[in-house]
């Protein structure tokens, strides 16, 4: 049944491919890697929540280790402390974005967005989404809050308490999350007269289980599709 289900999965994330760049073009370079990521994710959520009474199984390549999660404090959008100890969710997501992206971390977005549109209501209140900003140089709370406001993504959108402050160096709250979550991240100086610069990264996504231990991460280009197939 999975590979009927696939089938009929796909066809909606492609659909959803061609929706959003119609919309707008530029947002979509590399959308159809993010929307097979989504995909996983939804296929692997349907088989690690499953009944509550038993113990979460995941498809995919788990992480033997089971390496408990990196702590930490930021501010959500709303400028409020959150304190990732005090995350009760039975599965956490982890995503990496910034509010300058304009294409892959606006479609990963879009996909955590119809991740959740496709739980049910038991499911969908097991799980929780987390997006961590990567540019805590311009991603200040208000800017966060716009971002999540604009894109309809009701989940924490988290940065650092004194975001937004060009003149910084260095966050070290972030950028211990960023180590901690396989986050790989530079600034370029940019070419097209907008950005002062550019951030180039990676874009890990880390499920983190209800004891707080990290199970699966990936990265977009390492992702494999067949893992489940199966």
């Known amino acids: 049944w999975l590979r009927a289900g696939l089938v009929s999965r796909v066809g909606e994330f492609l659909m959803l491919s061609d929706h959003l760049k119609a919309a707008g073009g530029v947002v979509l370079r590399g959308v159809r890697t993010v929307t097979v990521i989504a995909l996983a994710l939804s296929l692997l959520i349907a088989g690690c929540l499953g009944d509550e009474d038993v113990p979460m199984t995941f498809n995919g390549n ?131 007269g907008e950005d002062d610069f550019v951030i180039v990264h990676n874009q890990p996504i880390v499920l983190v289980d209800s004891q707080h231990r990290k199970r699966v991460s990936w990265d977009n280009a390492e992702f494999v599709s067949e893992l489940f197939l199966e």
């Open 62 to 192: 788990e992480l033997a280790a089971m390496p408990a999660a990196q702590e930490f404090v930021l501010v959500d959008s709303t400028n409020m402390s959150f304190d990732s100890r005090d995350i009760d969710a039975d599965l956490t997501i982890f995503t990496f974005v910034f509010t300058r992206c304009r294409d892959v971390c606006l479609a990963q977005t879009e996909s955590m967005k119809w991740l959740l549109d496709n739980l049910d209501e038991n499911d969908s209140a097991r799980v929780q989404i987390l997006s961590i900003s990567l540019d805590p140089w311009h991603d200040s709370v208000s800017t966060m809050a716009d971002f999540a406001s604009s894109k309809d993504a009701d989940w924490p959108h988290l940065t650092s308490p004194d975001a937004g402050n060009m003149s910084k160096q260095r966050y070290f709250d972030l950028e211990s999350v960023w180590g901690a979550y396989g986050v790989s991240l530079e600034t370029s100086p940019s070419e097209n």
